[in-house]
């Protein structure tokens, strides 16, 4: 047996295809088509979003510009200055509209996480006579546009009345007619999150002397951040830009909303003052995605997982 000389060893490097963690590298080409992908659609989200913000510094108040450009000639914020103090012809602030939104926005976000969590939770761990006859009920409503629930919750509430209270012209009324669509959702969801967590958790904590009370509060609740997160979020969401409701059931422009006094500007005396309606719709939106960008990594966490378990 011969043994040859000089023979080079057995490379034990990785494959230039390969990166850490074993997954392998995309090829060059297929890299490039991804980006161009991706840049198609951040222009497509962003133009929108960049017309309105242009709109909104622009004096001349027109929807169609001459040669769209990001900052239009003479541009100001006199436009958001204006809808700030006096955004309709209605006596009502934007402070004041934005306290009534924030109050509803409030009511759906507690409400649906508070009674959605207690729910979904029973539903997920416990077992008990017509069960699966209400989780088909939830899934039932779940199912209906809240437009559908609109004149049955418009005759009910009117029908609760306290001295001169109305609970339909009331922004509380409206709260817990949104509340009533939002539930639906919330349970579904964070039952399908619960179903995740390992029963042998509350076993642990039973075994170390923890009631029932306490094992939903310090090991079920810490662990559905996440869909708590999510729960809250679009609740919020949905107080914050609801409009059906409350077009219908508010008489009173002191309890007039965000949602409506934009809906408002619309073809206002014949013509839409459309630098002051893009300066208001900015100032709508702008609270919604600061709370995204603070739940940004429970929201996309608890949508993955809660919604496909369960």
Known sequence: MTTQIGALPRSTARPATAVAGGQRRLPLRRQLLLQIVCILIAATVLFPVL??????????NIARPDGLTLIPPGAS??????VIKQPTPNPVSF???????LFIAAIICVASVGV??????????MRFRGRETLMI??????MLPAVATLAPLYVMLSKIQIGAFNL??????????VTS?????????MKGYIDTIPRDLEEAAAVDGASKLQTFWRVILPLSTPVLAVTAFFGF???????YFSWQFLDHSQDFTLAMALNGMVGGYGVTPWSQFSAFAILVALPVAVVYLFLQKYIVSGLTIGGVKG
């Open 51 to 60: 017309w309105i913000v242009s709109m909104s510094i622009d004096p001349r």
């Open 77 to 82: 914020l006199a436009a958001f200055d204006q």
């Open 95 to 101: 402070l004041r509209l934005a306290a009534n939104s």
């Open 116 to 125: 959605g969590v207690l729910a979904a939770y029973a539903f997920s761990r």
């Open 137 to 142: 009920g939830v899934l039932a409503v779940l």
């Open 168 to 177: 339909r012209d009331s922004l509380f009324g409206v709260a817990l007619a």
């Open 181 to 189: 669509g939002t539930l639906p959702f919330a349970i579904w969801n």
């Open 237 to 243: 969401t949905a107080g914050w830009t609801e409009f």
